[in-house]
């Protein structure tokens, strides 16, 4: 396996690949699917038809997060695909809402594999070898065939604007596997994949999103938010804050002058004030610097806004990274 830089700039630059199996995936299933997923979560997924995507924010009724998930339509079903570990808690959430509607909500976590495929070249890799039609949005979701294998082929912007996951039965995760093994694809680490989502500036559900966390405090609002969906779960909050034009605290990268990688929980102060905590960091080769996703205040949060800490200078910086 390459080094971390050259991994980083295949999933950038090339073409990179990293099996991410395990990720959180759950299928919803019946005639009112699309009606009860609506009625849960910020974007508007009655809209979608088979092929498209979305971002979205789960909300309780507080209009909290409960959850950062990515939405992709297939002809006879929803799938919903997020951070690992989170079926447990996601499932129950919107089967408490479910009363008569024809919706069914299975857990496809160890049912599906999916493959991470990254990089400019991506694309053009999986044309040539994909049977069917690739995605045509920036969420999207096609089913056909790669090596002779029933997949899912998922365009999702993870780890650079040219990402993709294939999603297989986990029976056949070795065959893609193997596939890739035989292209000009560089193996990547589940290190190297973490700088590329921070770079990227892509939240975690769990690490940078917690129920603690209003929508619009993640700086997603014309990815993940419709403010003309009307009536869901959590609505007023999210229409509220919206009337109010801004929140106090929004998640920006951080690019740091020193060496230390900062460790999440990372708190940073300005005249005794704290105006910023990190929730994700690594080192990021492209930048030769410390990066970090942190919560930031209002009032410090303008790009180019240098924060002054004990592990030297931090730069307030849009992301994703041009």
């Known amino acids: 396996m390459s080094d971390l830089a050259s991994q980083c700039g295949a999933l950038r630059d090339g073409m990179g690949y990293c099996d991410l199996s395990g990720r959180t995936q759950i299928e919803l299933t019946g005639e009112d699917r699309s009606k009860v997923l609506h009625g849960l979560c910020t974007n508007d997924i009655n809209r979608l038809t088979s092929g498209d995507g979305s971002e979205a924010f789960l909300t309780n009724v507080q209009g909290k997060t409960t959850g950062y998930v990515n939405v992709f339509c297939r002809e006879a079903s929803l799938v919903i ?46 044309a040539s070898h994909f049977v069917g039609s690739m995605p045509d949005s920036r969420i999207g979701i096609s089913d056909g065939t790669i090596a002779h294998v029933q997949v899912q082929l998922r365009c999702l912007p993870y780890t650079s604007p040219e990402c993709f996951f294939l999603c297989c039965d986990l029976s056949h995760r070795s065959s893609i596997v193997a596939w890739l093994r035989q292209t000009d694809a560089i193996e990547c680490d589940q290190e190297a994949v973490n700088v590329a989502r921070i770079e990227m500036g892509i939240p975690i559900y769990g690490q940078d999103v917690t129920v603690d966390n209003l929508p619009q405090e993640l700086a997603r609002d014309e990815l993940a938010i419709s403010f003309t969906k009307g009536c869901y779960l959590g609505q007023e909050t999210v229409a509220r804050i919206d009337a109010l034009g801004h929140v106090n605290r929004r998640l920006l990268g951080l690019k740091f002058s020193g060496e230390t990688v900062p460790p999440p929980g990372t708190g940073i102060a300005v005249d005794g004030k704290q105006v910023a905590e990190i929730t994700s ?42």
């Open 81 to 126: 695909d997020t951070a690992p570990g989170l079926a447990g808690e996601i499932i129950p959430a919107l089967d408490r809402y479910v009363i008569r509607e024809d919706v069914k909500l299975v857990d496809r976590t160890n049912d599906w594999a999916e493959v991470l495929v990254s990089g400019s070249q991506a694309s053009g890799l999986l």
């Open 281 to 322: 960091s690594c080192f990021s080769p492209r930048l030769e610097a410390p990066l970090a996703l942190a919560f930031v205040r209002q009032g410090s949060s303008k790009p180019g806004t240098i924060l002054q800490c004990p592990l030297g200078e931090a730069e307030v910086v849009d992301l994703p990274m041009r």
